[in-house]
């Protein structure tokens, strides 16, 4: 079967097109023939050396969608169409093949209603989206901010709280295009930081009161800038470092505020966790209260170049391998 492989963890010119065995059938996993693949940051970081717990050779991808084909001892049914993250191109091979083993708790069945392309963009951003604005407190009517609107997590964090009933929801762009692609989605209050910071932006939004809880996968000077954005008694999730991985913090923006600052990994939460995320975001999708966006396709052979589009072009939504 053809997959792609980081040969070396040493950036683009690592990954290389190999043919290897088809998995085998096992009682503990659900072999799934994989039809579409997500891109994330995360395999960038990868491929860059950059996660300690990922050795090379290693088969990226870190969350897909597919059809079952060998359900092993899981109940499922086979041929049922299916969407999963997990450890997945970090602790073992990934989704940038064409078959892969899935252990049975990291799947989710797919309505009829999402195509499998839609479905490979899901997993990641969607259940981080879901699981910190749950952990945060969300409730109906309380105020959002969910930094970078054209990325995936910020994207769907605005669009799942906004559905769920936020009384605001602001995030950011980074330049005018994204900021102009926003409004035509319309996504409103979302800050042109061409033209205005992110704190100055929150204060005018929410009449100076702040937002009660953040969202933040930016990392970087963002983190600090969002977090001087709380209001009183709010909360900060953060979880990314695409702009960097140190910041510096005003340590009375937690102090007098009473604030909480927390940091998230997709990885440690359980099963359980999980499929209460999925329970939530799955109708508001079917609805067509939240649209989840897919910028661009590229056939698997070409996954380097559609994560060197996710670094280095940063678009405005999902990025998937598929065909």
């Known amino acids: 079967m053809c997959a792609i492989e980081a040969e070396s963890f040493s950036g683009y010119g690592g ?58 001892d899981s109940g499922l049914a086979v041929g049922s169409r299916v969407m999963f993250t997990g450890p997945y191109g970090v602790g073992e091979n990934g989704t940038w093949q064409e078959w892969l083993l899935v252990r049975p708790e990291h799947l989710a069945l797919v309505p009829d209603a999402i195509d499998d392309v839609v479905a490979a963009s899901l997993p990641v951003a969607y259940l981080t989206a879901q699981i910190t604005l749950t952990q945060a407190g969300f409730a109906p009517d309380k105020a959002v901010l969910a930094p970078g609107i054209g990325g995936s997590v910020g994207n769907a964090t605005y669009q799942l709280a906004r559905a769920q009933g936020a009384g605001k929801v602001i995030s950011t762009a980074g330049s005018a295009a994204k900021a102009a692609r926003a409004r035509e989605l319309g996504f409103e209050d979302v800050i042109d930081l061409t033209t205005e910071g992110l704190a100055d932006g929150v204060r ?3 009449d100076g009161k ?50 909480r600052m927390a940091g998230f990994s997709m990885f440690a939460q359980s099963p359980t966790t999980v499929a209460t995320a999925w329970r939530d975001i799955i109708p508001l999708i079917v609805g067509g209260s939240v649209k989840p966006i897919v910028e661009r396709v590229y056939p698997l052979g070409e996954a380097g170049e559609a994560l060197r589009h996710v670094i280095e072009d940063r678009p405005f939504g999902k990025v998937v391998l598929a065909g």
């Open 204 to 206: 005018r939004i929410t």
């Open 210 to 259: 702040g937002v009660d809880i953040v969202i933040e996968s930016i990392g970087g000077s963002v983190t600090s800038e969002a977090l001087g954005s709380l209001s009183l008694g709010g909360v900060l999730i953060t979880l990314g470092y695409s702009a960097g991985r140190k910041t510096t913090i005003d340590v009375t923006d937690l102090i007098w505020k009473r604030a």
């Open 15 to 72: 990954l290389r097109q190999i043919d290897s065995p088809r998995p085998q059938p096992a009682k503990d996993r659900v072999l799934v023939r994989v039809t579409a693949a997500g891109v994330t940051p995360l395999d960038h970081t990868i491929l860059s050396g950059g996660h300690p717990r990922a050795r090379a050779p290693l088969v990226l991808g870190n969350e897909g969608a597919g059809v079952i084909e060998d359900a092993g």
